[in-house]
């Protein structure tokens, strides 16, 4: 039980800092980024958008993969996605950020 209970407290952990960390750093992103103050907004609305609309198809994709596959596969690409968007380019940070979305909106499910 308490392997259970340090293993979601990990996760947990693992969940909000991708996206809680942009709001403080917004000014620093809008520069180094070259972007207009309403591509931060878009950047800091995308994985709310993915929570909306991934959240619901999760028990969809948790019946195929079972819970420790998908919640496995949620925190690699969590992983990817997060090293995805220090890539330069704005491809690489709009993308990473929607599929972070994603990823932590499976997990966060979970």
Do not use: Q
Not at 6 to 35: F, H, M, T, Y
Not at 43 to 61: D, W
Not at 67 to 78: D, K
């Amino acid at each position: 039980m308490g392997l259970l209970i340090a293993g979601i407290a990990l996760v947990s952990l693992n969940l909000r800092p991708a996206i809680a960390a942009v709001g403080p750093i917004a000014g620093d992103i809008r520069g180094g980024a070259e972007l207009s103050s309403a591509a931060v907004g878009l950047l800091t609305t995308l994985p709310l958008v993915a929570f909306g609309l991934v959240s619901v198809m999760t028990p969809l994709l948790t019946r195929r993969l079972g819970i420790g596959r998908t919640l496995l596969g949620a925190l690699v690409v969590l992983a990817i996605a997060t090293a995805t968007r220090a890539i330069p380019g704005h491809a690489f940070l709009f993308g990473g950020t929607a599929v972070l979305g994603v990823a932590i909106a499976l997990a966060h499910v979970l």
